[in-house]
């Protein structure tokens, strides 16, 4: 029975890690992401970038929403950004997570509309 509860709880962390990122699919350079979140939650996407292309994330609800870019390899973690228009350029060829979270600030619950743009 405890053998069963394991694989079902690893099973369940799997499907919760998999559903967890979204890929971002880049029509002509860009692409919209929103969605609803609950204070302190956070929302996973993934996007790659070629070394060199600038990335632009336009936050229309950064008074409630604020947002990171991490690449394990090349680009650090860093703090999340409240900032409604931020750029930077891929140091790397590879895949971002880009991580959306919403701030215990405002409504317990929001919807976040953001813009990521690779030229």
């Known amino acids: 029975m405890r053998f069963l509860s394991i694989i079902l709880f690893v099973m369940v962390a799997f499907s919760a890690v998999v559903v967890a990122q979204d890929r971002i699919a880049l029509a002509n ?3 919209l992401v929103s969605g609803t979140l609950s204070n302190g939650k956070v929302k996973h996407y993934v996007f790659s970038a070629t070394q060199g292309q600038t990335i632009t994330i336009k936050n ?5 929403f604020d947002f990171r870019v991490y690449n394990a390899e090349f680009f650090d973690e860093g703090d999340y950004d409240s900032s409604p228009s931020y750029s930077f ?22 919807r976040y509309s953001m813009t990521i743009s690779i030229k």
């Not at 229309?60 to 409630?64: K, Y």
């Open 89 to 110: 350029e891929a140091p790397e060829t590879g895949e971002y997570t880009f991580t959306v979270r919403k701030k215990v600030a405002g409504p317990r619950t929001s």
């Open 29 to 31: 350079g860009s692409a």
């Open 60 to 64: 229309s609800t950064s008074s409630v």
